[in-house]
């Protein structure tokens, strides 16, 4: 028996913004499992806020009637600053909280907006300067004429050193400006450059209007210091390996910025096996796998040299059989896309002769648990191959699982896994465009809006001002934004593959039960099995203590204690142990209680980002949202789209009528939600 587990999301907190009256303003959109029943999916939730002190506002009881919940909750007049939350619990099952981070600040709406775009997303150890396009634009369209005021620097442990000489004063002429690093500015601070490879550059720009009425501050700190322009990584690629048979090798090309790295060529070893990158920055290499299997990956690029090019290496572990029987699944492309057809191959390795039957499992076990396709398979006795072809559905957004087993004679179940990756896409479909079209609209008039999506749809319809985005365009709700949320809730735990037979179902989140055969280890949560946290993280003092006490010259205690001390400086400990003339004896213990602080810091560091997660995963769900005491943004409403027209495949429309606020400040657009058959799109 292979039972499938399944886990639900179903709460999604998508928006949290202001209005006039210090109201702070929520919609929720819901994703459930099909196999929950509909009272659980659709139940009574309770809710309540978090300020950035930790005291609890709890809120009354909603229903989710059509999936989506829209209210409002009245700020005071004095309020905490800070970052927020919003939690919810369902009644159904109040042991699970989902919760969302949003901000509470207090300021004015732009009217015009400042970009930063850095001609190059990096900066080379080597390179001689940076340069930094500005373009300031009102709200409404026109360019802005100006001066813009910029400094460069770094962002280190979390704080920001500024390179001084790198203040400019330059001209906005057409909304258009240039600001630009020098190597100098930086190595007038940080005369050793290599030493801040990892740490980001930052640029803050602040942009006044040619009148000085007014001024526009934005800033940029995502161009990382690198020694190469390329990150490689193998966690898309399994773990194990099946002795003797070919090994499928999924490498991801980065760029600094964390984006994918297209059309760039990458060798693999053994075999120098080449491929070149695809859109989504993978390129999957097939290599033969002995006994023992040691990977290394290096990129190819012509344009750079050698010492510039970025490596990657790991060791893949050996599948452990009793027969010696082995199956390997096999995919032929790195990017999928909705609709389009996967060539699968089943490749069979078996001790005997004699017929197995192949049972292959398609899966997608984000879309509820749900079992996609499966199949059946009688193989001949000298049958190596089973060649499959798959149609990728949206059932399978935005990925999906296949499995294949059989039994040997001897009731060892033989299997293999593979994790397949799809390109995101909604669901549903959703146009909003306005019944009357015209170039501009008045504050007070009416505004018609024409909604078409899928037949019976909830469409959920947020007006935002674009003021807001100009302060916090990095938080808009996108589809990638929904799909990762649910990628999170993904009950397998690698990229395909396992240990031995029962290994591949436990890590694709599977529970094998047999009466001839073994089972599948017992798995008490639905989330995957995390490293184990020590059960007190040892304080500043227990470690300056236990160090100083291993010493009895007190010499070296106080050049042990002057090791531990941090420094503003960012040199490292072999580099202010060269400046220590106190003999070899007192260097070391500098040195050896330098490094032991510096690992007990990046560990209390890793571990305060860990505590800052919420009790379900909350990673990439801790994005604020902005709520400000100003006119941002209105719900518009829920609108139900009318059920199946006579034509098939026929969309529907609704229309909706709004009052456009009277304090928008040049502009605004609508966020909708569209609620179908249990998924939550964005568009």
């Known amino acids: 028996m292979v039972d499938y587990l399944h886990q639900s999301k179903p709460f999604l907190p998508v928006l949290a913004l202001g209005d006039p009256q210090q109201c702070a303003s929520q919609a929720f959109g819901i994703l459930a499992s099909q196999t929950l029943p509909q009272s659980t999916l659709l139940g009574a939730a309770d809710m309540c806020f978090k300020t950035p002190e930790g005291i609890i506002l709890p809120l009354d009881s909603v229903s989710l009637k059509s999936g989506i919940h829209s209210g409002h909750f009245q700020l005071a007049e004095i309020v905490s600053t800070g970052l927020w939350k919003v939690v919810a619990k369902f009644h159904s099952n109040p042991q699970q909280s989902y919760s969302a981070v949003f901000e509470v600040k207090e300021y004015v709406l732009p009217t015009f907006e400042v970009k930063l775009m850095p001609v190059s997303a990096f900066f080379h150890v080597d390179s001689r300067d940076l340069t930094v396009n500005i373009r300031a634009t009102y709200l409404f369209g026109m360019n802005v004429d100006g001066t813009a005021y910029a400094v460069f620097g770094v962002v280190q442990e979390g704080g920001k050193k500024s390179f001084t000489s790198s203040l400019q004063r330059v001209q906005i002429e057409e909304g258009v400006g240039v600001v630009q690093l020098k190597r100098e500015h930086i190595t007038q601070t940080f005369p050793n450059i290599s030493e801040l490879v990892g740490n980001s550059i930052y640029v803050a720009v602040g942009v006044l209007t040619e009148s000085g009425g007014e001024m526009v501050e934005a800033e940029l700190r995502s161009i990382q210091i690198v020694q190469s322009p390329y990150t490689i990584t193998f966690k898309k690629t399994p773990k194990y390996f099946k002795p003797g048979m070919s090994f499928d090798v999924a490498v991801e090309v980065l760029n600094p910025d964390g984006t994918p790295a297209i059309g760039v060529a990458v060798v693999v070893a053994p075999g120098r096996v080449q491929a070149v990158t695809a859109a989504n920055g993978m390129a999957k290499l097939t290599v033969n796998a002995a006994a023992s299997l040691a990977i290394t990956a290096r990129t190819n690029d012509p344009h750079i040299s050698h010492e510039k090019q970025a490596s990657a290496t790991m060791v893949a572990l050996p599948y452990t059989t009793q027969s010696k029987s082995y199956i390997h699944i096999g995919v032929d492309t790195a990017e999928l896309k909705l609709g389009d057809n996967l060539k699968i191959s089943l490749i ?35 049958q190596i191959l089973i060649p499959l072809t798959v149609t990728v559905t949206k059932e399978m957004l935005p990925s999906f699982r296949i499995i294949a087993y059989y039994h040997t004679d001897g009731n060892e179940v033989v299997s293999d896994s593979v994790w397949v990756d799809v390109k995101d896409s909604c669901m549903g479909s959703l146009r909003l465009e306005s019944s009357k079209p015209a170039p501009s609209y008045e504050p007070r008039r009416m505004f018609g809006l024409e909604i078409t999506g899928d037949p019976g749809a909830a469409v959920g319809l947020v007006a935002v001002d674009k003021g807001v985005h100009v302060l916090n365009n990095k938080h808009r709700l996108t589809q990638k934004k929904v799909w990762d949320a649910v990628e999170e809730y993904d009950t397998g735990c690698t990229p395909g593959g396992g240990k031995d037979g029962m290994g591949v179902f436990y890590d694709a989140g599977l529970l094998f039960e047999s009466n001839t055969a073994s089972g599948t280890p017992y798995r008490p949560d639905l989330n995957c099995p995390a490293h184990s946290r020590r059960k007190r993280a ?9 160090l100083v006490s291993q010493y009895q010259d007190q010499l070296q205690r106080d050049c042990c204690l002057d090791g531990m001390r941090s ?20 260097a070391a213990a500098f040195l050896r209680c330098c490094k032991e602080m510096e690992t007990q ?20 769900r801790g994005t604020p949202w902005l709520v400000k005491r100003m006119t941002v943004t209105w719900t518009a409403g829920t609108f139900i789209l009318a059920p199946h027209s006579l034509k098939v495949g026929c969309g529907q429309t609704s229309n909706c009528l709004l009052v456009l606020r009277k304090t928008l400040t040049g502009g605004f657009f609508f966020i909708p939600l569209i609620l179908k058959e249990s998924v939550l799109a964005s568009h």
């Open 601 to 620: 810091r990046a560990e209390r560091k890793e571990d305060s980002l860990l505590l800052a997660r919420s009790k379900t995963r909350d990673k990439g």
């Open 348 to 382: 069979l390795k078996r001790q005997d002769n004699h017929d197995i039957d192949i049972t292959y499992l398609v899966r997608d076990i984000l879309s509820r648990g749900q079992l996609v396709k499966n199949g059946r398979y009688k193989t001949t006795r000298d």
């Open 538 to 546: 040892a304080t500043n003092m227990d470690v300056t203590t236990s």
């Open 567 to 586: 420094t503003p400086l960012s040199y490292t400990c072999d580099r202010r142990s060269e400046y220590i003339s106190d003999g070899a004896a007192c």
